[in-house]
C-alpha cells in the first residue's frame, strides 16, 4: 500500500517534469531569427505594431510588440540590452518614429542601418494557453489527494482507518438457500439448528438452553463452506457480514483489532445477523508460532477477536461462522468452549453428492439429452463442488468453440481431463525422439497398473503435452476411499514407477521426465512408513507427516525429531527398500509384457489418446494394425455407431 503511494508521487513528478520542459521547450522554439527592411520597420511603427521601441548604444535596436503580438529584439547584439535597461523603459507609451524614435536614434548616435535583423523572442500565446500547464499541475495533485485518500480509507470514506471492509451481503438481491448446496446433507442438518436460533431466538433462551456463538466449518478448499455459510443467512433471513482473515491483515499495525471491533460494533446493530470470517487461519493460527516472529499484528487481532467474542453472552442473536481448511492450525484459544465450540465438517461430495451438485450447475446450461449426472458423477472421483462448476463451465465453453449446439458427453470428459491435468497444448512441437520416449513412459504406467490387482482402472492414456506433463495415464480411483490397504499403496508406487521402467527397459536411458512419477513414489513410501505404520519392520509408531507442513509452519520447530537417530536411519532403509522392490518389480513386469508394451506405445504414437476400453483391447493382443483395419472398414460401411471414440466434429 505504501509502497503504491510512494510509485504514484515518483510518477507524477515525472509528469510535472515532462509537463515543463516541454512547454518551455516550445517558446524556445519560438525563438526565430527574422530580416526586415529599415522602411518596413519604420511602417511597423507608424502602425504602432510596437509597445516600445528601444535604441541603445550604437545601432543596437530593440522593440516589444504590444500586447499579443510578437515580441521583437531588434538588435545586432543582443547582450547589450541590459535587464535594467529593459525595465526602465518597457511601460513608456508607444514611440513613434517622428519624434522619440529620431530623438533617441540621435542620442545613441545610431543610423539606419539597410536591414534590421530581429528576433522573435516569445510567441506570445492567448492567455488561457499560458495556464495550461499550471493547470495540468492542479490536476496532477488533485489526483494525487484522491487517490491517497481512498486507499487509506477503503471506500472512499476519508480517514476512516479502522473501519471493517465487512461486506454486507445483500440476501434479498441473490438469496441463496439451501437448495443451492447438494450433496451436503448432514451439514445441513447440522446447520439447521442455527438457521432455527436465528429465526426465534426466543424458543432457545425461554428453555433456558445456551446458543452456539460460534460455528467452525472445517473442510478443504472448493466443498462449498462459503456457500454454506451463506445459505444459512439466506435460509434464516438475516444479514451476512462477511469478511475474509487476510482482510484484519492488512495495512497498518493495530488496524486490524480495530476492524474486529468495528465489525462487532457493526453486527451488534443488526442482529440477528452472521458475521462469517473466511479463511480464518490467516487470522487465527497458533499464537507464538510461525517463523516470522511472535507478537505481530495478527496476534493483536486474534486477540481482539477472542475479546469480542467473550464479549457478547450469545443470546443477542449473532451467530459467528468461520471457515478454515485447517482446524489443526488453529489457536486453541479459538476453538475452546463458548468460542468456536462447534465444527461442522464439510466433507468432499460422495458420488450421490457429486451427481446432485452436477444437476444444480447444470440447471442453466444446455446440455445433451444423453447426458447423464449418475455418468458424471462416476467419472469426477475427487471432485469437490467448485471442480463440478468449473467442469460444467468449461465443457459448454468447449461446446462453442466446437460449433455444438449443446454440450455432450464427449465435451464432458474432455472438460474433466481439462479440469484434472490443464489444457491440452497441441501445438507444442516435441522430436520424434521426445514422443516415442513418452508414448513408452506412458504405456509403461499402464502395462503396470493393469498387471496389478490392486491399482486402479486404467480411463485414457494419452500423449499429448499438457501443461507441465509430456503425457498421461488417467485411472479412475475407487470412490470414497479415503483409507487405502496397504496392498493399493505399495501397488501404486509401483506404477509410478512404471513410466521409468519402460524407459529403461527399451530405450536403455532414463528422461528426467520421470521425476515427479519419483517424487510421488517416495512421498507414498514416506507415509507408508512413518504415518499408516504399515512397515513390520518399525509398525505403527506415527513419525510425522510426510508433507512437513508442521515444520513449515514453525510450530514445534526444535523438537520435531521427536525419535531417536536409530530409528530415523531405520525409516530411511525402509523407503529406500520399498522403493528399489517396487523399481525392480515393475521392470519385470514390462520385461515379461514387452510385446504389448511396444504394440501400446505404437497405438499410442498413432492415435495419440485412448480410451480404456481400447487399452483393455490392446492388453489382451490387439495392434495397430487391428485398429487401422477395423477403421477403414467402419469407414467403408459408413457406420460408425459403434466406432469407440466418438467421432471427430466436422471440420469445415
Ligand atoms: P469453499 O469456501 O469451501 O472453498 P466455496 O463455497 O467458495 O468453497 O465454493 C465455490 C463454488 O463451488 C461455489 O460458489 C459453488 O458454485 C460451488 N460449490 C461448492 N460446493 C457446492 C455444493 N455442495 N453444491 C453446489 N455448489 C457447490
Ligand atoms: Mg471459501
Ligand atoms: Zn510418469
Known sequence: MKKRILYTLLYTALVVVVVILVFNGLQGNANEKKEISSSEFIKMMQDGEFRFVLVVNNNAVYAVTQENKNKINFDQDNSKISDDVMRKYE????????????????????????????DILHQSSPWYLQFLPYLFLMLIMGVIIYIFYAQTSGN?????????????????????????VAGADEEKEELAEIVDFLKSPDKFTKMGARIPKGVLLVGPPGTGKTLLAKSVAGEAGVPFFSITGSDFVELYVGIGAARVRD??????????????????????????????????????????????????????????????NRADILDPALLRSGRFDRQVHVLPPDTKGREEIFK?????????????????????????GADIENLCNESALLAVRRGK????????????????????????????HERK???????????????LPHCDPVTEVSVIPRSGAGGYTLTRPNDNSDTYSRRYILDTITMSLGGRAAEKLVLGDISTGASSDIRHATDLARSYVTKYGMYDEIGPIYLGDADGDEIFLGRDFSTHKAFSEELSSKVDAAIHEIILSADQKAYQILADKLQILHNLAEVLLNKEKITGTEFEAIYN?????????AESASANADSDSTAPIAPAPAKA
Open 405 to 432: 449446439t449443446e454440450i455432450g458427453m464427449q465435451e464432458l470428459k474432455d472438460a474433466i481431463t481439462r479440469v484434472i491435468l490443464g489444457p491440452e497444448k497441441k501445438s507444442h512441437k516435441v522430436s520424434d
Open 360 to 384: 444444480i450447475h447444470a440447471r442453466n446450461k444446455h446440455f445433451a439429452a444423453d447426458v447423464s449426472a449418475h455418468e458424471v458423477a462416476l467419472l469426477t472421483t475427487g471432485f469437490v
Open 91 to 118: 511601460y513608456k507609451s508607444s514611440v513613434t518614429y517622428t519624434e522619440e524614435f529620431d530623438k533617441l536614434l540621435a542620442e545613441t548616435q545610431a543610423k539606419y542601418p539597410d536591414t534590421f535583423r530581429y
Open 437 to 451: 520416449l513418452v508414448a513408452y513412459h506412458e504405456a509403461g504406467h499402464a502395462i503396470v497398473a493393469r498387471s
Open 156 to 180: 472512499g470514506k476519508a480517514m476512516q482507518f479502522g473501519r471493517s471492509t465487512a461486506k454486507l451481503y445483500d440476501e434479498s438481491k441473490k438469496k441463496v438457500t439451501f437448495n443451492e
Open 263 to 324: 465489525l462487532f460494533t457493526q453486527a451488534k446493530k443488526n442482529a440477528p445477523c452472521i458475521i462469517f470470517i473466511d479463511e480464518i487461519d490467516a487470522v487465527g493460527r497458533r499464537r507464538g508460532s510461525g517463523i516470522g516472529g511472535g507478537h505481530d499484528e495478527r496476534e493483536q487481532t486474534l486477540n481482539q477477536l477472542l475479546v469480542e467474542m467473550d464479549g457478547f453472552i450469545g443470546n443477542e442473536g449473532i451467530i459467528i461462522m468461520a471457515a478454515t
Open 621 to 629: 493382443g490387439k495392434t495397430l494394425a487391428d485398429f487401422l483395419a
